[in-house]
């Protein structure tokens, strides 16, 4: 099946200690999303690629980079993981073009704790 | 500025019973709008949106401008509908996630 697979399920990290992330999808979608999501909350779009072009959002914390070497793969690299970064977080693919937005595919996230 | 409200934190209701989960929005052009919901883990997953006027699983949403809201409704709820849901609003590619209503449905 198609789908959107999120490594690992949980991890965990070191306060301090850099940690990445790992999303990869089969849908061939050319849009890739990273959110963040804390016990009992929406979640919150931490940026998106669309195709290679990578977008941040404004109060995304510099501690949070993304990579995306392919279609298929997308990294967040948390560079040094405070414990208010405990959170899930969840991966997404769409397909976007021409201004037509499709719905969101969601992977089924990582749980990241942070000692 | 794009922003989904659900004044809703918690529902409760018997089954059988009609369910109406509040969603409104502010957005300046022209909204497309979703509900998503999040089943006892089970992933995030799309109920359904504005534009295709569907009723999955005995639900509906009417996008309604002039009020700005998005509720949606079952007319008779089932216990298979306890979970998390959220409305969502896109605006260049990107979706607001409204705060969530938890329903639970009693026997």
């Known amino acids: 099946d198609a789908m959107v697979i999120q490594n690992p399920r949980y991890q965990v990290t070191q306060f301090g200690k850099p940690v990445t992330l790992s999303c990869s999808q089969t849908l061939n979608h050319n849009v890739m999303y990273w959110y963040q999501q804390k016990s009992s909350q929406a979640p919150k779009l931490l940026f998106h690629?669309?195709?290679?072009?990578?977008?941040n959002e404004a109060d995304t914390p510099d501690n949070f980079q993304s990579r995306r070497p392919n279609t298929s793969f997308c990294f967040l690299d948390i560079r040094s993981p405070g414990l208010g970064d405990a959170a899930m977080y969840l991966c997404?693919?769409?397909?976007?073009?021409?201004?037509?937005?499709?719905?969101?595919?969601f992977g089924p996230g990582t749980r990241l704790t942070v000692l | 500025a794009q922003r989904v409200t659900q004044p809703e934190k918690l529902l409760s209701v018997f089954k059988g019973a009609p369910v109406e989960l509040k969603c409104n929005y502010s957005y300046s052009g022209s909204p497309e709008l979703f509900w998503y919901v999040q089943y006892s883990r089970q992933r995030l997953q799309l109920l359904l949106r504005h534009i295709s006027r569907e009723s999955i699983k005995g639900f509906t949403a009417d996008l309604n401008k002039g009020e700005t809201s998005f509720h949606l409704k079952k007319p008779f709820a089932q216990e298979e509908d306890s979970a998390m849901y959220y409305c969502?609003?896109?605006?260049?590619?990107?979706?607001?996630f409204g705060a969530g209503t938890t329903v639970t449905v009693r026997a």
């Open positions: 690629y669309y195709d290679k072009d990578f977008n």
């Open positions: 997404a693919t769409s397909r976007a073009s021409g201004g037509s937005y499709n719905e969101q595919f």
């Open positions: 969502a609003l896109v605006g260049n590619y990107k979706l607001s």
